[in-house]
Every structure is written in structure tokens, then in C-alpha cells.
Antibody
Framework: EVQLVESGGGLVQPGGSLRLSCAASGFTFSNYWMSWVRQAPGKGLEWVANIKFDGSEKYYVDSVKGRFTISRDNAENSLYLQMSSLRDEDTGAYYC????????????????WGKGTTVTVSS | DIQLTQSPSFLSASVGDRVTITCRASQGISTHLAWFQQKSGIAPKLLIYAASILQSGVPSRFSGSGSGTEFTLTISSLQPEDFATYYCQQLKSYPLTFGQGTRLEIK
């Protein structure tokens, strides 16, 4: 079964740091791009970051550039999001998702999602 | 950045109804659009990708259409389990963006 399981969320003070992890199983992790998407309480979905299958390309939403770093360990089938200088507005559920890029057919989509981990930034 | 605007933001309908949700992009995105369903407190579920391709396992009452700047998600006959929030997402260019969501509730 294809599965993604996030962990590492919790309560952190403004300005603090946190590292989220996403454990992948049931597929060849090293063949896929991966994504982080977040959702503030009662709000909509916001894409946060993408990383290429070999880690050589990374993309971020402007609001986290310079503060968040996406990375991966293909040997450990794991995706990470290192978050620093956290702000109140970073509070929410963080989901990792598998990002499909079928370039030959020009198809792009996020097909598998984890259940999420919750980050609360508060003093 | 490409903005996506969904309409309506809120929709009240009955079991058996046919409903349509629209997603408009601020610039052309070809067919690089996906639709998701999200139930409260649960991760989003992919319904449609490439604007009109039904994800495996998704009931055929869901369909998508459109290209360029205007897209629609149609549910042909609402079932009780379809009451949820629906989001469109563009994957044409970074930053990837979502619509604000359409909340579908039981009338």
C-alpha cells in the first residue's frame, strides 16, 4: 500500500524552529518529486514547497523562502521540512504529498497524501 | 502568481442533485488543473487531474472539463458522502496555487 506518514509537529514559540518528517512506503520514493502543503485552521490549502526526486531542484512559496528548507533522504525513504523563524501564521496542518510529473503526457498532480501533522506557533 | 477563483464559495444541494463548481484562473494554464475533495479534518483526496482525467477509484459521477482559464467540476448525482469542501489547484507554474474552496452542504 502506498503510504505517507508525517511526524514532528508540535507547539513552538514564535521565532522557534521545528523539523517535520514524512515517511514514505509502498512505492519507489527515489523516483518521485514530493511536496509539502499546509492548511491554517479553518482556512484553505496552501502549497509550501516541492523537491525533485534527486533533491537537485527545490521550489518554495514566497512566504517561507529563507525560513523553510525542504530536503529528502532517498536511502531512508524520507522527506523533511526544516522550519525556522516560525511565525503565528505558520500554524496549521502540514501534509506531505507525492507529486506526479508525467512530462511525456504533460500531466502534473499530487496523488497521494499523508494524514498530516499539526504545527502550532504560539507563545 | 496565478490566482484561482472558485464559484460559488458555498453551495447547498440535495442528494440526487447535479452540481457544478467553477474555477477561473487569472491567466491561461492549459489543462494543468486538479480537483480535490476534503472532508473535515482529513487530508485532501485527488478527484480529477489534467482538468478532465478521473483519478483511479473515484466514482464516475465526478467529471471535470475546461482548459485555458475556465474549468468546471460536475457531480452528476450527489450522494451523501459527497458533502465536503472542494478545491481546484493549478500546476502550470510555481508557486502552485489553490482556489479558496467551495463548501458543499446538504440542503
Amino acid at each position: 500500500e502506498v503510504q505517507l506518514v508525517e511526524s514532528g509537529g508540535g507547539l513552538v514559540q514564535p521565532g522557534g524552529s521545528l523539523r517535520l518528517s514524512c515517511a514514505a512506503s509502498g512505492f519507489t520514493f527515489s523516483n518521485y518529486w514530493m511536496s509539502w502543503v499546509r492548511q491554517a485552521p479553518g482556512k484553505g490549502l496552501e502549497w509550501v514547497a516541492n523537491i525533485k526526486f534527486d533533491g537537485s531542484e527545490k521550489y518554495y512559496v514566497d512566504s517561507v523562502k529563507g525560513r523553510f528548507t525542504i530536503s529528502r533522504d532517498n536511502a531512508e525513504n524520507s522527506l523533511y521540512l526544516q522550519m525556522s523563524s516560525l511565525r503565528d501564521e505558520d500554524t496549521g496542518a502540514y501534509y506531505c504529498a507525492r507529486y506526479i510529473r508525467e512530462t511525456t503526457r504533460d500531466y502534473y498532480y499530487m496523488d497521494v497524501w499523508g494524514k498530516g501533522t499539526t504545527v502550532t506557533v504560539s507563545s | 502568481d496565478i490566482q484561482l477563483t472558485q464559484s460559488p464559495s458555498f453551495l447547498s444541494a440535495s442528494v440526487g442533485d447535479r452540481v457544478t463548481i467553477t474555477c477561473r484562473a487569472s491567466q491561461g494554464i492549459s489543462t494543468h488543473l486538479a480537483w480535490f475533495q476534503q472532508k473535515s479534518g482529513i487530508a485532501p483526496k485527488l478527484l480529477i487531474y489534467a482538468a478532465s482525467i478521473l483519478q483511479s477509484g473515484v466514482p464516475s459521477r465526478f467529471s471535470g472539463s475546461g482548459s485555458g482559464t475556465e474549468f468546471t467540476l460536475t457531480i452528476s448525482s450527489l450522494q451523501p458522502e459527497d458533502f465536503a469542501t472542494y478545491y481546484c489547484q493549478q500546476l502550470k507554474s510555481y508557486p502552485l496555487t489553490f482556489g479558496q474552496g467551495t463548501r458543499l452542504e446538504i440542503k
